[in-house]
């Protein structure tokens, strides 16, 4: 069909297919374009046209729209009452303007064209629609079957009223869409009258395999399967080998068929034809191959909704998957390059911080990276190495290597329990696929000499450190204090962006010396006192369960970093406490305000000299630190205000940090008698009851050096970002950038190129950044293992947890002890506190979780290993914990009381 395109005076209202694009999204919005686009690429695209936003905001400019935009900037996240109250009273105004003359007469032109006697689907199109990022699927109204001037009329507008729905109005607060942003097309698109239709996903929508192709299958008209109103057989074809895989076949009762005069009537089915197969294979594979052309048109896996008619497949939509998680491009090319899936753990998973990671931050791990690649004589180069990918603004850690050699298959599956339970499971399973079996040419000499360099030297110091713990630890603690200082000093010295970024990024930088020079102070003791661990653990197996838990002997250790910092906050409150000015302010002022008191120095003398300290050592700490790009405690002191508060309102001295720190200590050296005496009892029992108390001594002086390597980091880090900040304070000054943590929204790359006077609109840059960051931000599911086929394990695959019945959910005993308390769900321990007793239930933690353990009676979380920061606190205050218990946060509500036992691994629902 073809036919002149009427003009408005700025730009067309009507367009038909065979003039638009996918560039052409600000003008008929995601479906219209992606139908356009497939029509003129030569795919089974029925014909029709769109009425542009040009012809909606003509219908707009009829309303009021500047108090319709602000009251819908009225409604607050997630408030559903409100949503529903604005949305009705939009969709009411504006649902009774007809629409606008010369806008009618175009699209009856247009429509005339297409032909009156044809039906047609009636189809909203929002410029914020089947996007790469969001598809907005089913938040505005398709109207089917459309026969009539008048009826084609009525729909166009019900869908430009649409865009008000409380779903659209949610979904656009949710995804953080500027209401005035958003606009709307309709799609006038002949009608096609299937005996088949459906949906056809270029990728497995549920494990994220690529190459898998996932068809749902049904009788009469999509639209009844896309609402969920009809049951489909299922489809799978392998597009490496084009064959159908799995089929399932559903007991369809019922389907959606089109009326002769307009409208659609639901029939239901009886006999055979309920249980028959839809598709047979022949189909199914052929429309496969349709959708990889599809697919391979746009560059990314697509959604596409299918009609069959007469033998024939036809097109109707056709979306990005946005629910895959984003493969890293780097791994794509090296499976690519090298023949070998690549398998990749999360890093996210290592820190319990799931969050995306701001371009500096990104590209300040990776440099750590490659750094370290010095030990192992292997690519260094940031942009080529391959021990870590990036994908969804996350890192992930390739383990393809030792997952395909024989030797650290066994060490890493080993080993993951210990940092993410979950994944390790995973890792058990995938052992067996033969994608992953190890290399032929597995034992290489180069890779003896290679792991010589780093092994070598570490186990010179393992010895040393298992001969004198105390003494190597002590020594080992002041020549990092001495490399710090240094680095503290140059960092002063520095004055301009290029200095400080020479300092921490250049190729002699301080973030090159990391692994050389702090690798041999941090490592050894660790693994020292993880051997130690280990080997307990392994003296005591076959104890049994009356016998006291060997994790007793991590509780209260001493030069642990991260308590040491809740014990220097809680003797702060106390200082504060002791001061009747400092605690009348605090009784009297919101966290926020103190906050804001503490920045312009005007806190009493006592509080602000005792918090000033505090930050002195801590201050460079915060939620998601081991990201540079993430404010720091100095910047926004208010969760630091929020815990001394909570400190100062606790009256009962047995709940005192220092106090539980103490009796944990107490508790860990009077255990080592008893366990001593109970291996001399079992096989072997004489070496056992000589070796374990050696064991338990190392335990002692080395585990709490655990998450010294961390602190490290970011104290380091803490330095880079407060002369970044300054230099970021400079540039906005000098309008250069927006504002002066911009700089954290760009790469190390682009940072050196503005330090060298490069002419960019660098706001532009650091926009195109956030707004890619902000994206991720809106991401839910996160897996623990992905694979460069797409393939993503995420939370809970391959254990079951058991919620029925007994009530009891099942996960990882991670720190000894029985206790029964109320739920207190936890997602920012910025915003929230707990009462005294409660559990605290959590998707992980980082350290800046720690003062919440002083409250807590348990700990219950998603993700998380034997060594991981919440197992490792856990213990440390005598807190009974399981974790890697599968969509925790979802399964338990706060209020609910829950029985935790750390010592076996299960929560019981009371």
């Known amino acids: 069909m073809e036919f002149e395109v009427p003009m408005s005076n700025q730009s067309p209202y009507i367009l038909p297919f065979s003039a638009i694009g996918k ?34 905001h003509a219908f707009l400019a009829a309303a009021n729209t500047a108090d319709l935009f602000a009251e819908l900037d009225s409604i607050a996240p997630g408030d559903l009452e409100r949503a529903r109250q604005v949305g009705q009273a939009v969709r009411q105004q504006l649902g009774q303007l007809p629409v606008p003359p010369d806008v009618a007469e175009r699209a009856l032109i247009a429509w005339r064209a297409e032909g009156e006697q044809h039906a047609y689907a009636v189809r909203s199109s929002a410029t914020a629609e089947d996007l790469p990022d969001a598809s907005f ?52 698109q002949r009608m096609v009258l299937p005996e088949v239709s459906g949906i056809l996903f270029t990728a497995d929508p549920l494990t994220g395999a690529r190459h898998i192709a996932s068809i749902d299958a049904s009788y009469g008209l999509g639209e009844a399967l896309v609402a969920g109103l009809v049951s489909a057989d299922l489809y799978k074809v392998d597009r490496r080998t084009y064959r159908v895989i799995e089929t399932v076949i559903a007991d369809k009762q019922m389907a959606i068929r089109p009326l002769p005069g307009g409208g659609t009537s639901h029939e239901t089915l009886s006999g055979p034809e309920r249980t028959a197969q839809v598709l047979n294979d022949g189909q199914a594979i052929i429309l496969a191959e349709i959708g990889e052309r599809i697919a391979r048109h746009y560059g990314r896996p697509q959604d596409i909704e299918w009609a069959l008619v007469g033998g024939k497949f036809y097109i109707l939509q056709a979306r990005p998957i946005t629910s895959l998680y984003p493969v890293p491009e780097r791994a794509i090319q090296t499976a690519a390059e090298t023949g070998e899936l690549q398998v990749m753990f999360s890093f996210a998973s290592v820190q319990g911080f799931l969050a995306p990671i701001t371009p500096l931050g990104q590209d300040t791990l990776f440099s750590l990276v490659t750094y370290a690649g010095k030990l192992f004589d292997i690519d260094r180069n940031l942009h080529t190495q391959r021990a870590a990918f990036l994908g969804g603004e996350r890192i992930w850690i390739n383990i393809t290597a030792l997952m395909r050699h024989p030797l650290g298959r066994k060490l890493w599956v080993g080993a993951l329990p210990w940092i993410d339970a979950d994944a390790a499971s995973v890792l058990r399973m995938l052992r067996d696929d033969p994608r992953l079996k190890p290399a032929p040419d597995w034992f290489k000499p180069d890779t003896v000499r290679r792991l010589s360099l780093f092994f070598g030297p570490l186990l010179r110091q393992v010895a040393a450190f298992m001969r004198q713990p ?8 002041q020549e990092i204090e001495t490399h710090l200082a240094a680095v503290r000093q140059k960092n002063e010295a520095a004055r301009t962006l290029a200095e400080r970024l020479a300092l921490f990024y250049g190729p002699d930088g301080v973030l090159s010396q990391t692994f050389p020079v ?14 130690s661990l280990n080997a307990v653990r392994a003296l005591t197996k076959d104890l049994p369960a009356s ?12 030069h642990n970093v991260t308590t040491e910092m809740d014990l220097t906050l809680w003797q702060t409150a106390q200082t504060i406490r002791r001061d009747p000015a400092a605690t009348a302010v605090f009784d009297s002022q919101a966290a926020a305000d103190l906050a804001q008191l503490y920045l312009d120095d005007g806190l009493p003398l006592a509080a602000q000299t005792a918090v000033t300290q505090f930050m002195a050592r801590y201050g460079m700490r915060g939620l998601g630190e081991i990201d540079i790009g993430q404010p720091r405690w100095r910047e926004n002191p208010a969760h630091i205000m929020q815990v001394l508060q909570s400190y100062l309102h606790m009256d009962d001295p047995n709940l005192a940090p220092d106090v539980i720190f103490a009796r944990g200590a107490a508790e860990a050296e009077a255990a080592i008698g008893p366990l001593t005496t109970a291996v001399r009892a079992t096989r072997g029992g004489r070496i056992k009851a000589h070796l374990l108390p050696i064991m338990a001594r190392r335990i002692r002086a080395l585990v709490g050096s655990r998450e010294a390597p961390k602190f490290m980091a970011i104290r380091m880090m803490g330095m880079a970002r407060e002369g970044l900040l300054a230099s970021g304070r400079e540039l906005a000054a000098a309008g250069i950038i927006n504002q002066p943590d911009d700089l954290f929204f760009l790469t190390i790359d682009e940072l050196h190129s503005l330090a060298a006077g490069e ?8 926009a ?13 599911l996160i897996p623990r293992l992905l694979m460069s086929d797409g393939t993503a394990f995420y939370e809970g695959v391959g254990k079951v947890t058991a919620v029925a019945g007994d009530g009891q959910l099942v996960g990882s005993p991670v720190s000894p002890g029985v206790v029964e308390g109320i739920v207190h769900v936890v997602f920012n321990p910025h915003t ?4 005294p007793g409660e559990i605290l239930v959590c998707p992980g933690t980082d350290p800046a979780w720690t003062p919440l353990f002083l409250a807590a009676g348990g700990l219950v979380m998603e993700v998380g290993g034997l060594m991981t920061h919440g197992s490792v606190v856990a213990r440390e205050y005598g807190i009974p914990a399981v974790v890697g218990v599968n969509k925790v946060t979802t399964l338990l509500h706060s209020g609910q009381r829950i029985r935790v036992d750390g010592s076996n691994g299960v929560v019981t629902i009371l």
């Open 547 to 558: 016998a006291p838990n060997y994790l007793i002997l991590t509780r209260g250790l001493p």
């Open 23 to 56: 560039d052409d999204l600000p003008l008929v919005g995601g479906k219209g374009a992606n139908l356009g686009e497939m029509s003129r690429a030569g795919f089974p695209v029925p014909s029709g046209f769109c009425l542009t936003t040009t012809a909606f």
């Open 137 to 188: 699927a089913g938040q505005q109204d398709t109207y089917l079957n459309v026969r009539g001037e008048q009826a084609l009329l009525t729909a166009v507008r019900d869908c430009w009223v649409s865009l008000f729905t409380d779903r659209a109005i949610l979904y656009r607060i949710q995804n953080n869409f500027d209401h005035r942003q958003v606009s709307l097309s309709v799609v006038v």
């Open 518 to 531: 702090l690798g041999p102070l941090l490592l050894p003791p660790i693994v020292s006192g993880m051997m």
């Open 768 to 780: 195109a950044h956030r707004a890619r960051y902000a994206r991720e931000t809106t991401r839910k």
């Open 832 to 835: 929230e506190q707990l009462t």
């Open 759 to 766: 002419a960019q609109d660098w706001p532009a840059v650091v």
């Open 470 to 477: 105390e003494a190597m630890a002590a020594q080992a603690r």
